[in-house]
């Protein structure tokens, strides 16, 4: 990502990423939109925050900024992130118990634990979305993109905690995937490195004929399939719950894997439920393990 002079100062780019939700929610974050509050100090709300739970102290707000090359325009949304010992919703409660005090209308609220982001307000709470719809919220397209300050001697605020690398991981399958080529994700802005990230089978129908999915570049399937007539051909495979008929991979990394066959160099999965598998390296997870059954 190149860097940008915003009135007067410089900015890095940074590239989107989804583990970036991920980072944000693990305890939970709330966004507001500086747009609809203009004249607001949000460090009056940390203030309040704080004064109501001691876990709050803990409690770390930072700008998220994202540029528009095409208007030239810098939007900020306020975020906060929980990092204490609060539930999510717990969190959200004492946020929308803040907002009524300060007379803020809305925020909107990331939990990881339920994948969905939340539009509250102090006497409603609607579901905005999935967590992988962060992008929409945000408004990031091939014109906007976020931004953090370029400080002399540290990366930009919230860099290192929730923009550099994954560090939230549902399985330890996903860990083993990041800890591999998260180096390579950092390098992608540079072109050394395609990973190719689906949320929804319909976003991958290119890739479907009747009975096949098949994939070129290294593949994300942030979603779980469940259709036992379905072959998957990829090279890397990064995958949620499968129940398909087979996969034929390099390498597999998934949460719970259930088909007849599977076949890698390398596969890391939770759990492993086939009637024939074929791989020089096997991980699994010690409680679940590989379970064979006949056809």
């Known amino acids: 990502m190149k860097n940008v002079k915003i009135d007067g100062r410089w900015y890095m780019g940074i590239d989107y990423h989804p583990y970036i939700s991920n980072n944000l929610s693990r305890l939970g974050c709330v966004i507001f939109d500086e747009f609809d509050y203009p004249n607001y100090d949000f460090e009056e709300l940390k203030k309040d925050l704080m004064s109501r739970d ?20 810098l939007h900020t949304y306020w975020t906060f992130v929980n990092e204490g010992n609060l539930s999510s919703f717990m969190f959200f409660d004492i946020v929308r118990l803040a907002c009524g005090s300060q007379h803020l209308n809305k925020f909107y609220a990331c939990d990881f634990q339920s994948e969905k982001i939340y539009e509250m307000t102090p006497a409603f709470v609607y579901i905005f979305g999935e967590l992988n719809d962060l992008k929409t919220l945000l408004k990031l397209d091939e ?33 083993e995937f990041y ?20 949320y929804t089978l319909r976003d991958c129908k290119d890739k479907l004929s009747p009975a096949c999915l098949e994939f070129d570049n290294m593949t994300e399937l942030e979603f779980d399939i469940d259709n036992p007539d379905l072959n998957i051909v990829a090279t890397t495979l990064k995958a ?15 949460g719970n894997l259930k088909c007849k066959s599977v076949e890698g160099d ?28 006949r056809g």
Request: net charge positive.
């Open 143 to 175: 014109n906007s993109y976020i931004v953090g300050k370029c400080m002399r001697w540290c990366a930009p605020p919230g860099y290192s905690r929730f923009y550099e690398q994954a560090k939230v991981f549902r399985n330890d399958a996903e860990r």
């Open 54 to 73: 001691d876990s709050l102290k803990e409690v770390y707000k930072f700008p998220l900024n994202v540029y528009c090359d095409k208007d030239k325009t």
């Open 240 to 254: 949620r719950n499968l129940n398909v008929k087979s996969i034929k991979a390099n390498e597999i990394f998934c």
């Open 179 to 198: 800890n591999q080529y998260s180096k390579n994700m950092r390098q992608q802005s540079q072109e050394k490195f395609d990973v190719d990230t689906y």
């Open 266 to 293: 390398r596969i890391f999965a939770e759990s492993i439920e086939c009637e024939e598998i074929k791989a020089k390296i096997i991980k699994t997870n010690f409680k679940y393990g590989i379970k064979f059954i």
